[in-house]
T-cell receptor, first 115, second 115 residues
Framework: AQKVTQAQTEISVVEKEDVTLDCVYE???????LFWYKQPPSGELVFLIR??????QNEISGRYSWNFQKSTSSFNFTITASQVVDSAVYFC????????????FGRGTSLIVHP | ETGVTQTPRHLVMGMTNKKSLKCEQH?????MYWYKQSAKKPLELMFV???????ENNSVPSRFSPECPNSSHLFLHLHTLQPEDSALYLC??????????????FGSGTRLTVV
């Protein structure tokens, strides 16, 4: 069985602070994918990143960075110099490799960035 | 706009009404999904369509009836709903071809309130 745990239900920060959203997963698959999605108040979930389990290189995209640690089954997401527009619910998801999988989503972390 | 369009954005219906939710994508994706998002609950997968064929029905009550007339359109027909069915209903599509990023593209959702 697959499981994704986002232990932080809600995080509140002040603009320009750095913030890390935690994601811990469980799977028996040897190869799998990990994802992060952002759900702003408008409702749609926006795909942010996909990470293959065999690629542990950290990734940076602008103010966003992801730290994949297979040894601790974690795939944490850091926003540097947060902005009000980063306020959203962020979901981590896990899926087995292959095209027809159905991902398992975490419960989401609500990030509130205050001006 | 994500490329997946859902209508209506908001819907209020009585328990005896019949209504339909519509989802449309012109991204060339070959799989479409209905998810239910309730407050304080994880995303719940409802139905999966691959190449217009339903491949998954996660024990969804028969008062929800999906329809996929072609690979670009997906409907969710609703009848005799209960107040606990009030939620955000999200449509998603994905390209399941090898080489794609396997990430979902979500619509903005339909906020359904059953009174």
């Amino acid at each position: 069985a697959q499981k994704v745990t986002q232990a932080q239900t809600e995080i509140s920060v002040v603009e320009k602070e750095d913030v890390t959203l935690d994601c811990v997963y469980e799977t028996r698959d040897t190869t799998y994918y990990l994802f992060w999605y952002k759900q702003p108040p408008s409702g749609e979930l926006v795909f942010l990143i996909r990470r293959n389990s065999f690629d542990e290189q950290n990734e940076i995209s602008g103010r966003y960075s992801w730290n994949f640690q297979k040894s601790t089954s974690s795939f944490n997401f850091t926003i540097t110099a947060s902005q009000v527009v980063d306020s959203a619910v962020y979901f981590c998801a896990l899926g087995p490799s292959g095209g027809s999988y159905i991902p398992t989503f975490g419960r989401g972390t609500s990030l509130i960035v205050h001006p | 706009e994500t490329g997946v369009t859902q209508t209506p954005r908001h819907l209020v219906m009585g328990m005896t009404n019949k209504k339909s939710l519509k989802c449309e994508q012109h991204l060339g994706h070959n799989a479409m999904y209905w998810y239910k998002q309730s407050a304080k609950k994880p995303l719940e997968l409802m139905f999966v369509y691959n190449f217009k064929e339903q491949t998954e029905n996660n024990s969804v009550p028969s008062r929800f009836s999906p329809e996929c007339p072609n690979s670009s359109h997906l409907f969710l027909h609703l009848h005799t709903l209960q107040p606990e069915d009030s939620a955000l209903y999200l449509c998603a599509s994905r390209d399941e071809a090898i080489g794609s990023n396997y990430g979902y593209t979500f619509g903005s959702g339909t906020r359904l309130t059953v009174v």
